[in-house]
């Protein structure tokens, strides 16, 4: 597997070579992978490296468990992982190459139909705040959330953007502001604790973000910093926008309660360039995700068009056509024989 190797942006642009699968899993756990619809992508890649090098069913869906185990929050990890799972089974190692290169061409559809969605949403001259980076980097291209920024681009807009730096690995100012300056689209990086003075001193019109996992009941797991976002959108009036495939809807979650939220290592937060910035023996805590209350979601696009509410209702109907072509259901544990 070649990847881009997230962790270099934006000095250098490097890619990984994942030769196994213990180097694929490391790359999704040190985040040289990361962004959810990227990781169903390379769980499927995975599953397809796996069954090249044994011709043993189990050992290939021991390798399938051992990758979706790697990040515990990210649905979509387990749903390309599946789909692999689906395709192997049925076809061995030939047929999950195919299925693998299935969801990357899916994925594209899904989040260039999403930027389609979401033009009515974005008016022109707007003013977009993201949080994370939900580009083509975190997807197999488009994008989610910056795919509502490049849709309405698309369709003639002027469209401005400000990018949260997105602590602690500041993948705000790294990769989406990268992103979006090679795209020529119009980037300003904010610290994140700037946010409520931009929104108060009216500079922002729409907040778009991505999603992790999204609960039957409309919750979203998104980057941590995601919940606040949306608290001082609804306190300012300003639209809060959701844009994910239907492959991280997870029906199986019924809240947000039920979703795990991964904690990353502390030096992620106490070592800044190589230099210790907190005393040793304080401790620290470093979620990578929180959930947002559906409560506070504006709209949520998916591939499929743009769900309001009642969520569960509009969710399931999300979901059902978007895998109304056979794709396996992503709550289907990857373990499954």
């Known amino acids: 597997m070649r990847l881009v190797d997230q962790r270099a942006l934006p000095e250098r642009l490097v890619f990984l070579e994942c030769a196994t699968v213990a180097s694929l899993c490391s790359a999704i756990r040190s985040l040289a992978v ?36 790697t990040r515990p929050t990210a649905v979509n990890l387990r749903w390309g992982v599946e789909q692999a799972l689906m395709a192997y089974r049925s076809g061995g190692a030939r047929a999950v190459l195919g299925a693998a290169r299935r969801v990357v061409a899916d994925d594209i559809a899904a989040n260039e139909a999403i930027g389609r969605h979401a033009v009515d949403l974005v008016d022109d001259g707007a003013r977009v705040l993201t949080h994370c980076n939900a580009g083509h980097l975190a997807t197999c291209g488009y994008g989610t959330a910056l ?8 369709a003639g807009k002027r469209v401005s953007v400000y990018a949260g730096e997105t602590r602690p690995l500041l993948q ?32 922002i019109d729409l907040v778009v973000v991505g999603a992790d996992r999204i609960a039957a009941n409309g919750d979203v ?39 795990p939220v991964e904690q990353r290592p502390a030096d992620e937060i106490a070592v800044v360039g190589g230099r210790r910035v907190v005393p040793r023996g304080v401790a620290v805590s470093n979620p990578a995700f929180d959930v947002t209350p559906a ?10 068009g743009i769900a309001t509410r009642p969520w569960r209702s509009t969710l399931a109907a ?12 992503p709550t289907d544990p990857p373990d499954r024989t």
């Not at 795919?147 to 698309?154: E, I, L, N, P, T």
């Not at 989406?176 to 009216?202: K, N, P, Y």
């Not at 300003?238 to 199986?252: C, E, G, M, Q, W």
């Not at 409560?295 to 591939?303: D, H, I």
């Open 147 to 154: 795919g509502v920024v490049r849709g309405a681009v698309a």
């Open 318 to 329: 999300h979901r059902r056509s978007g895998f109304a072509t056979g794709r396996a259901d």
């Open 221 to 259: 797991a998104n980057k941590v910093g995601t919940y606040g976002l949306a608290v001082l959108a609804r306190h300012h009036r300003i639209p809060f926008v959701v844009a994910a495939p239907t492959s991280t809807i997870d029906l199986a979650t019924p809240t947000g309660a039920d979703i």
């Open 295 to 304: 409560r506070f979601v504006g709209a949520l696009v998916t591939e499929v």
């Open 34 to 69: 990361r962004g959810a619809p990227a990781l169903g992508a390379a769980g499927a890649f995975g599953v397809a490296l796996a069954a090249h090098h044994t011709d043993r069913p189990t050992t290939v869906v021991a390798a399938a468990r051992r990758i979706a185990a």
């Open 172 to 203: 705000g100012a790294r990769l989406t502001a990268w992103e979006l300056e090679r795209s020529g689209i119009e980037t300003t990086v904010i610290v994140d604790s700037a946010a409520a003075g931009l929104m108060a001193a009216g500079g």
